[in-house]
């Protein structure tokens, strides 16, 4: 049993690492390109980057349902919002309890929400359409370009600060293309170890793959978030933790749950319907309310909030477990 599993763990293990490694070399890639093209860094920052901590899930998404297992690229958007909020952000306010901005709640959350109701109605006749794929992707768009209108209202330089760490690597074209090119050949080869090990690994304990996506590749996936939580929290970036994990989210929906629509439509299980996607939509009330300032109190995420988040997120796994066996 182990030498059968053995390499199925090793290519889950060494996809992750040249994903998140790919997708970082990416992100400073492209931004670097389009800085050498004319593109403001405002733009930059609110797209490229923005979208950088996504990147293996896209890739892995795209990967999978060309493979034909499109349960796993729907698991891992689904799964990958669910550990950000309940692993991901848990994790960083046990280390560093984060304040809310008032801009968060009264605009960024309230989207994501409206998003995460989106994805349940298109998923909730257990069917998605390449359709539903033009329509998640159409609205990519849009909250992108919202995104950035509403970033031009304010100062330039504020909203630069939030991303000089990719923005500032300042090299050529013709470096900055070819490191593009890099990212871009390690994140294929990546992610095709990755669904090959998972698959792999689900055929063997005789689970779908939307389990396997819902779990191991949703938290594989979700590391470089909380990386980016952690060294935000760090800095007193508060904003930035949570604006991170929002976008995460907003993106997994509308761009990474569109890639098996538009690559590989077809029916979705039941339980993604009856059992994830309502999870998700109960994780997402959850971190509104614990963001919301109740009563005159400051938004405040505490240590006892990601204590119950994390409980929840355990609880889940549980829940998964008895659901499946």
Request: glycine share 10%; proline share 3%.
């Amino acid at each position: 049993m182990l030498t059968t599993l053995f390499p199925f763990c090793l290519a889950v293990l060494i996809g992750f690492v040249i994903l998140i490694w790919g997708a970082e070399r990416f992100v400073i890639g492209a931004a670097s390109t389009a800085f050498n093209l004319g593109v403001t860094p405002l733009v930059i920052g609110l797209t490229i980057v923005s979208l950088g901590t996504s990147t293996p899930e896209f890739i892995v998404a795209t990967m999978s349902s060309l493979e034909g297992q499109a349960g796993l690229a729907i698991g891992n958007a689904i799964g990958s919002n669910i550990a950000n909020i309940s692993l991901i952000l848990a994790f960083t306010v046990i280390i560093l309890p984060i304040s809310v901005r008032s801009g968060i709640v009264s605009r960024e959350l309230p989207l994501l929400m409206l998003v995460t109701f989106i994805g349940l109605l298109l998923l909730w006749d257990q069917e998605l359409s390449r359709f539903d794929g033009i329509l998640l992707i159409t609205g990519m768009v849009m909250v992108l370009i919202w995104i950035v209108h509403h970033a031009k209202q304010q100062p330039e330089e504020e909203v630069k600060k939030e991303f000089d760490i990719e923005i500032k690597h300042r090299m050529s074209t013709r470096k900055a293309i070819l490191l593009l090119l890099f990212s871009i050949a390690l994140l294929l080869i990546g992610s095709r170890v990755l669904v090959w090990g998972a698959i792999g690994f689900a055929k063997l304990f005789g689970v779908s793959d939307l389990v396997i996506g819902l779990t191991i590749i949703a938290i594989g996936t979700s590391l470089p978030e909380l990386a980016a939580s952690i060294a935000a929290a760090w800095k007193n970036h508060h904003e930035l933790v949570l604006g991170n994990l929002i976008g995460s989210n907003i993106f997994n929906i509308f761009g990474v749950l569109a890639i098996p629509g538009l690559l590989a439509p077809g029916k979705v299980a039941a339980e993604v319907v009856t059992r994830d996607l309502p999870i998700m939509t109960i994780l997402t009330v959850a971190l509104f309310a614990t963001a919301y300032s109740f009563g005159g109190r400051r938004g405040r995420i505490t240590r006892y909030e990601g204590f119950a988040l994390l409980a929840g997120f355990f609880a889940y796994l549980v829940y998964l477990y008895y659901t499946t066996v």
